[in-house]
Every structure is written in C-alpha cells, then in structure tokens.
C-alpha cells in the first residue's frame, strides 16, 4: 500500500494544457527568400504586457504517470512522476526524465495551467 492512497502507482493522468506555435525561417527556393512558417508546437501561452494577458494559440496536453510515491521520514509525501507532452497536432513528445514534488503541488498540476488566458480564435 502506497503512503498515499488517492493516487496509485503507473496511474496516468492526461490535462488539457495550452500551445504556442513554434515559428521559424524556412527558406523557399522558389522565391529565393525565407518564409515564416510553423515548425512545431511548445507548451505555454504568450505573453502580452500591452494589455496584461496571455494567449494560446491551441490546446494540446500534458501526460504526467505516477511512478512512486514516498514518505521520507518527517517530511512531507513526495509524488515521482514523469511528464510527457501531446502538441495539438496529436505528436507526443517529452523527455522520461524522473521529477518529484509534494502531493500538493502535484495536486496543482491535475488542474491544468495555473494562469488565466484566452484562446485564439483560429
């Protein structure tokens, strides 16, 4: 039995989260010039200081799989997890590597993105 039991071992928990498109100079051999074009997608929203807000440009989602949860003496419960990413065009990608935090902060991650924003109408 796990120190923690609303939470389970292998437990894989998908949260919608916000994208930005990734731009970069592509170069077009027909025209002789480069061209900004979408290369790809990274987790997060714009920030805009004219007007104090943030914008997505589309919703993907973050993976994140429980992979051990431990007491350490006094301390506080430590969730292990690892976390992965699906772009809005259905591509997963992430690296395996191990993270931990607090259950409570682990708790604020399932809610998805912490900030307000707006979603860009397409």
Same mark, same amino acid.
């Given at each position: 039995?796990?120190? @923690?039991?609303?939470?389970?071992?292998? +437990?894989? =928990?998908?949260?919608?989260?916000? =994208?930005?498109?990734?731009?970069? +100079? &592509?170069?077009?051999?027909? $025209?002789?010039? =480069?061209?900004?074009?979408? $290369?790809?997608?990274?987790?997060?929203? @714009? #920030?805009?200081?004219?007007?104090?807000?943030?914008?997505?440009?589309? #919703?993907?989602?973050? &993976? /994140? $799989?429980?992979?051990? &949860? @431990?007491?350490?003496? %006094?301390? @506080?419960?430590?969730? *292990?997890? $690892?976390? %992965?990413? &699906?772009?809005?065009?259905?591509?997963? =990608?992430?690296?395996?590597?191990?993270?931990?935090?607090?259950?409570?902060? *682990? %708790?604020? /991650? /399932?809610?998805?993105?912490?900030?307000?924003?707006? /979603?860009?109408?397409?």
């Amino acid at each position: 039995m796990t120190p @923690h039991s609303e939470f389970s071992l292998g +437990q894989e =928990f998908r949260v919608p989260y916000p =994208f930005v498109e990734k731009l970069g +100079q &592509i170069y077009n051999p027909d $025209t002789l010039n =480069f061209v900004e074009r979408r $290369t790809g997608w990274n987790p997060g929203v @714009h #920030m805009w200081t004219e007007h104090d807000g943030s914008t997505a440009d589309a #919703m993907g989602a973050m &993976i /994140l $799989t429980v992979v051990d &949860i @431990h007491r350490p003496g %006094k301390y @506080h419960t430590r969730v *292990f997890y $690892t976390r %992965k990413w &699906i772009d809005p065009d259905g591509k997963e =990608f992430g690296s395996a590597n191990l993270r931990w935090t607090t259950v409570t902060a *682990f %708790k604020r /991650l /399932l809610e998805g993105y912490r900030y307000a924003f707006e /979603l860009e109408a397409a």
